[in-house]
């Protein structure tokens, strides 16, 4: 069926169909199983998607201003677990010009957040204070309720409400009726006094009697709450990326010691792959329940990040506090990163903005501030871009360069939290006070540790060219033997 019209649908959405059982799944789900609702749900879909080009939307091709507004952006979850979708109603303003654009962004949204979660399912958030009537707008407030009823199968769990004003009352009886009964009983109206019913104190803004300090602002792409700079003493709760005189003449002080980090990194190549293997030794001895993965290496297309996937941070009974995290530069250039998470106020990194040399590997240090316990929904990302040989990598010329570095141009890489029950370290883990031994000298330990794999690898590598002369001095042998036989062949048969 859907064969014969390819014509009217993307080929990757039809491919996609034929391979993703999940995908038809939540189709029938959506629809009670009736399967010609099913297939007329998918027709409409699969028509719109190619219409609004959904595969193929991204950052590049929306207007940059869309993002900057702030009106549209992922943040927090609601008590259920799920995911929310914000809307600032009071930053949207009816423009026919602009409309197109602005449902473009709602669909790169719900697309850019279907791919990377496999469609778990949404709570919409429409946060309608100091709104009024020149912020009512159905048409697009039609758009997107159409995503979710028509478009986006199983994705939407509710529809919070905030403050609405009484003179859209009327607006909101009208889209009532393009509900179905499924639908308007996900709508959930809510002021102050009860909208911690839906989502708890953390994630809602102060104006909404929350305590969440998240602060928009792009980039990064808000997505995952990477919003609160992080700095090297701890927490901060300023949004603003300006460092005060005080914090620069604190960065000025450690400074030195990141050098010698570096200095101490630059003598050391990526030894990854030798700590992966004696990590998987170590987990045939004792493997936890939740034991993780053999340690991996993201290999990005400027910087290689260890681990690739998750940092392990121990219960509160383990005591581990520390996790690494190894930079290695692959590039010819230097290269600035900056770490963010989405709970500043739980991390301190160090460093966590900074530039790692070419060709050398540099190690990030997460811990835990104060009584904090790490969360499985904490996540990191680490953003990294090339910078020119001239470019001076002081905290001036660092905070200039993000200000002004293309987001084309900007790799970003993210890390998922996970808790272990055992005692036993399954990772790069620095655990506080072990054997009352001060961190400092888990860190050496660790260099000096790093250091030796380094040695060994290059042993390895010298074992492995022996053996490539070996051969290659083998067939040579061979060659001139038949070489030899060869010519004595000819000179026999000249004889006889």
């Known amino acids: 069926y859907f064969l014969e019209k390819s014509d009217k649908y993307d080929s990757r959405d039809v491919e996609r169909l034929q391979q993703d059982d999940k995908w038809v799944e939540n189709y029938l789900i959506w629809r009670h199983d009736v399967v010609d609702d099913t297939l007329k749900m998918i027709d409409e879909s699969f028509q719109w998607r190619k219409e609004y080009t ?24 609601d008590k259920e677990g799920y995911k929310l979708f914000w809307f600032k109603v009071k930053h949207h303003t009816r423009d026919p010009k602009q409309q197109l654009d602005k449902k473009k962004l709602v669909a790169f949204w719900l697309e ?50 905030f403050e609405m004003p009484w003179i859209m009352n009327a ?20 002021n102050k006094s009860d909208v911690q019913e839906y989502i708890s104190g953390e994630y809602l803004p102060p104006h909404m009697g929350g305590t969440d300090s998240f602060k928009y602002s792009y980039p990064p792409l808000v997505d995952d709450d990477f919003q609160t700079p992080l700095c090297e003493n701890g927490p901060i709760t300023s949004e603003d990326e300006h460092e005060s005189k005080e914090e620069i003449d604190s960065d000025t002080k450690e400074a030195g010691e990141v050098n010698e980090a570096q200095n101490l ?35 990005g297309p400027l910087l290689h990040i260890s681990p690739a996937e998750e940092l392990y941070f121990g219960s509160k009974e383990t005591g581990e506090k520390k996790c690494l995290i190894v930079l290695t530069n692959v590039t010819k250039n230097v290269v600035a990163f900056k770490v963010r998470t989405t709970a500043p106020e739980k991390y301190r990194v160090k460093p966590s903005n900074s530039s790692c040399e070419p060709g050398t590997s540099l190690d990030i240090i997460v811990s835990l501030h104060g009584g904090f316990a790490a969360s499985l929904q904490d996540r990191f990302l680490i953003m990294a871009a090339e910078m020119d040989q001239s470019s001076g990598a002081g905290v001036p010329e660092l905070t200039q ?23 036993k370290p399954s990772s790069l883990t620095l655990k506080d006070n072990a054997f009352n031994i001060p961190a400092k000298t888990n860190e050496d330990l660790h260099i000096q540790l790093t250091h030796l794999l380094q040695i060994n690898r290059r042993l390895e590598e010298q074992m492995n060219r022996c053996l490539w002369f070996q051969q290659l001095s083998v067939v040579l042998s061979l060659l001139s033997v038949t070489v030899a036989a060869f010519c004595f062949y000819l000179a026999y048969g000249q004889r006889s």
């Open 112 to 161: 850019h957040y279907a791919k990377r979660d496999h469609g778990k399912p949404l709570t919409v958030v429409f946060d309608m204070a100091e709104t009024g009537i020149s912020h009512i707008d159905l048409d697009f407030v039609r758009f997107i309720v159409n995503c979710f009823t028509d478009y986006y199968p199983n994705f939407l769990t509710k529809i919070v409400i």
């Open 54 to 77: 959904v595969n193929d939307l991204s950052e590049s091709v929306l207007p940059k201003w869309l993002f900057e507004i702030g009106a549209l952006f992922l943040h927090g979850y």
């Open 265 to 299: 990194n630059q003598k050391k190549m990526n030894s990854i792959e030798q700590i992966s293997k004696s990590e998987e030794t170590d987990k045939t001895e004792v493997k936890p329940k939740n034991a993780k993965k053999a340690l991996t290496t993201f290999k």
């Open 401 to 423: 360069f993000w200000k002004e570095v293309p987001r084309t141009k900007v790799m970003e890489h993210r890390l998922r939290c996970h808790v272990i029950e055992s005692s």
């Open 171 to 190: 607006a909101f009886k009208i889209v009532k009726g393009w509900l179905g009964p499924d639908a308007i009983s996900m709508l959930k109206f809510t």
